[in-house]
């Protein structure tokens, strides 16, 4: 469980890099004001997917006042979406479109596989994905569709899943709290 409480920090930190320079005093704001504008936020959340890859067809960033979104597009034909908020407790919304009906109806052990083979793929572009897959993991067992599970103290995830005709939509919830 160690193992996958660093992971998360590491996660979070990778995922918003710091613009805080040594000695520079940051602006005191209320709980309620980090947690609906990125732009009060200690730390600037940056597009995940930044170098050029092969397995990337398209990708986009925009930051808007309460959120950043990222899409992008891989050569499998899977495109990703990636809603991300909140300073202290980074709140992460994925949905993965996956060009395929899948008729799996309540087994969350198998939407959870293959979330986490989603993370693994992502992760041969950028490593740090490997620690969502091995966090989607530690969950596998006690995982429920629609409901959050708490992996850590500072990490919870809520898997849910969706057809609508030849795609099936995943979508995985995560709060990173740092």
């Not at 609906?36 to 960033?61: E, G, M, P, W």
């Not at 919870?156 to 099936?168: A, H, L, N, S």
């Amino acid at each position: 469980m160690k193992y996958i409480a660093i992971i998360g920090l590491a996660l979070l930190t990778w995922s918003c890099g710091s613009n805080t320079q040594k000695g520079e005093e940051q602006p005191q704001y209320t709980d309620a004001e980090m947690e609906s504008d990125l732009s009060k936020c200690v730390n600037d959340v940056q597009a995940i997917f930044q170098d050029t890859s092969y397995l990337i067809r398209d990708k986009s960033f925009e930051i808007v006042s309460s959120h950043a979104i990222e899409k992008a597009t891989f050569e499998t034909g899977m495109s990703m979406e990636l809603h991300q908020s909140g300073c202290k407790i980074l709140k992460q919304r994925y949905q993965f479109n996956i060009p395929i009906a899948i008729d799996e109806k309540e087994n969350a052990s198998f939407w959870v596989k293959l979330v986490a083979s989603q993370f693994k793929y992502m992760s041969r572009i950028v490593p740090q994905f490997e620690g969502y897959q091995n966090l989607v993991l530690a969950g596998e067992e006690t995982a429920q569709l629609g409901e959050t599970l708490q992996i850590t103290n500072d990490a919870t995830y809520k898997i849910d899943r969706f057809v609508q005709g030849d795609e099936t939509i995943l979508v995985v919830e995560f709060e990173l709290e740092s």
